[in-house]
């Protein structure tokens, strides 16, 4: 099942979300609509929140979207498997400074230079209820880092630099509006 995606100005991506207590068929049903939802909307992340719901996970895959837009086991250059589904995530450290080119799904029409970390190490609970750790660089860091802000009820508005916020007002704005 497909979500709606939430857009900026809606309360519910401000919300911090709760830890799941049990990987049970329902969170597992969700992370597969989420992926779904994603890969439909031609993202690379997507949090909980951004489609009305409050568990903590959430949900990354750099690589092109599988035919038909379900789950299917991937692997990147690095071998790290795709799609990420990360449930209860913690991001243990944070190492040096990069600046990307970002967008979000809950910001259409909108891409801002955001200062992300070029490494992290992840933990988190996987689809079987195991719990993982992972070292992440480059693009797979970025995105975990802007999806763990989601969890949090951050958003890319909030790492934009005041000269970004000037450039972008009238379609943040514009958003706002449409939430209204
Ligand atoms: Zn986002």
Redesign the pocket.
Known sequence: MKYEVLTYGNGALRTKSKTVEVVDEDIKALALDMLETMYAAA?V???AE?VGRDEAIFVVDILPAPDGHQYRERFTEDEIKMPLVAINPEIKERSGECIYK??????PGITANVTRPESVVLEYTDLEGKRQTLQLQGLLAEAID??N??LDGV??VDRMSAVQKVMHKSKLKKLMRMNK
């Open positions: 993202g992340g997507l949090a951004q970002e967008g979000c799904l809950s910001f802007h999806e802000d989601h958003l890319i």
